[in-house]
């Protein structure tokens, strides 16, 4: 097993665009669905890295 020194891995993996998300039975996501919108509002991973530092020191 390799270590690295991090304690966690961000994956980068592109953000899909309501219109293009897919659902089962050929569904679709609205725009205007409050869940899609609230997701536009909140940075995911924006500060993540700064948030572990604080909670985990080497």
């Given at each position: ?41 909140i ?16």
């Amino acid at each position: 097993m390799q270590e690295s020194g991090k304690m966690y891995r961000k994956d980068e993996q592109p953000k899909t665009p309501a219109e293009e998300f897919k659902l089962p039975f050929e569904g679709k996501l609205s725009e205007e669905n409050r869940w899609v919108i609230m997701a536009q509002w909140i940075p995911m991973y924006q500060n993540l890295k700064w948030n572990m530092q604080n909670y985990f020191h080497p």
